[in-house]
């Protein structure tokens, strides 16, 4: 074990022979000291960053798709939505694009936010870019609150809404397949 690895451990080791021998909060508080919760609330709280988002599609394929499939990534959502008549879509070379539609099975609150990310891949497996689709609705009040009258059109629950996820730059290969993931789904 090295040097900085044992004295950690002493560390640990001093710290919690300390609290253990420390008395109860009742000799504490008799004695005039501030009880142990007074003590631990005023320690700061450990914090860790916010995500930075969704992962980063994985660079090759380990199973080449068929030419011009389209496959639903599993995640955290995938099992509170359908997402079915998915296809590539080859416009143009630079410019596919997977389409489909999406619904939410699970509940029947109204979507806030939801991404759509779509990679693509070439016919040996490997990424040639991503593109995605973003679409954000505030719900009937929070309509009317900005001086609109309400979403007129489809809703991603209930019957669904269809999608096309598009690149924002050009594909550095021509896409033969994708892959579709749903990084982010935020119910009310």
Do not use: W
Not at 57 to 68: F, H, I, M, Q, R
Not at 89 to 102: D, M
């Amino acid at each position: 074990m090295n040097r900085s690895i044992r004295l950690a451990v002493l560390a640990l080791t001093a710290l919690a022979l300390t609290t253990a021998c420390g008395g109860s909060d009742g000799d504490k508080a008799d004695a005039g000291q501030r009880p142990v919760q007074a003590e631990q609330a005023a320690a700061p709280a450990v914090t860790f960053p916010a995500p930075s988002g969704a992962p980063a599609p994985a660079a090759t394929l380990a199973k080449v798709p068929a030419k011009g499939e389209v496959r639903l990534e599993q995640g955290p959502f995938t099992d509170r939505v359908r997402v079915t008549r998915l296809q590539l879509s080859e416009k143009t070379s630079e410019k596919p694009s997977v389409t489909g539609h999406f619904a939410i099975t699970s509940d029947v609150s109204d979507v806030l936010a939801l991404e759509l990310r779509a990679a693509f891949y070439d016919e040996r497996g490997h990424l040639v870019g991503t593109g995605s689709f973003q679409y954000a609705e505030e719900g009937e009040a929070g309509e009317a609150a900005h001086g609109s009258a309400g979403h007129a059109g489809p809703r991603a629950e209930g019957a669904g809404i269809d999608f096309t996820a598009v690149p924002k730059t050009p594909l550095t290969g021509k896409a033969a397949s994708a892959v579709l993931s749903v990084p982010v789904l935020v119910n009310e």
